[in-house]
């Protein structure tokens, strides 16, 4: 699957390409490409889909909502995040609400200590997820495939790490 890791997405040097064009495009100095670029990284980088020393792919739709808006006025959008295309939140609710789902968001916020996983299960059982007596461990994997967490790597006891993809 690492082969296939950058299908979803945009890597850094992809979007410095589409960047330096959209200035050049527009007459801007290239040396505003650095500022822009530590800008879109925050906003849209983050996102990793294999388990391999991948580099972090950006969000393809936001990022060319930002290219788009940016080439036809010559300045940043309003909104960097379209509500149509962030993450909702409402899944994030959905699971701090499940049992033991609470402490799970707040363990995911927790940047100093990313959650770890032996594997990411694929199958969810809606009787487990609402009767769980003790932290399910299909939880982290959940908010992985709803895009609310992605791979960080693996620990040193070779547990996948699961962190926040835009940091």
Excluded at 32 to 38: C, F, L, Q, T
Excluded at 84 to 101: F, K
Aim: aromatic fraction near 12%.
């Amino acid at each position: 699957m690492d082969e296939y890791h950058d299908l979803c997405g945009f890597t850094a040097g992809e979007l410095a390409e589409a960047l330096a064009e959209v200035l050049k495009a527009q007459a801007w100095p290239a040396e505003r490409g650095a500022e822009i670029v530590d800008l879109l990284q925050r906003f849209y980088n983050g996102y990793r889909f294999g388990e391999g020393d991948n580099p972090q792919i950006y969000n393809p739709t936001l990022a060319l909502y930002f290219l788009d808006y940016f080439s036809r006025y010559g300045r940043y959008p309003r909104q960097m995040l379209d509500d149509n295309l962030a993450m909702d939140r409402n899944r994030i609710q959905y699971v701090a609400r499940l049992p033991h789902g609470e402490a799970l968001v707040n363990a995911a916020l927790n940047d100093a200590e990313p959650l770890a996983v032996a594997q990411l299960v694929n199958r969810f059982g809606v009787q487990d997820m609402l009767t769980a007596r003790e932290p399910p461990t299909f939880s982290p994997p959940l908010l992985y495939y709803f895009g609310v967490l992605t791979l960080g790597g693996r620990d040193e006891l070779g547990k996948l790490q699961l962190i926040i993809p835009i940091r």
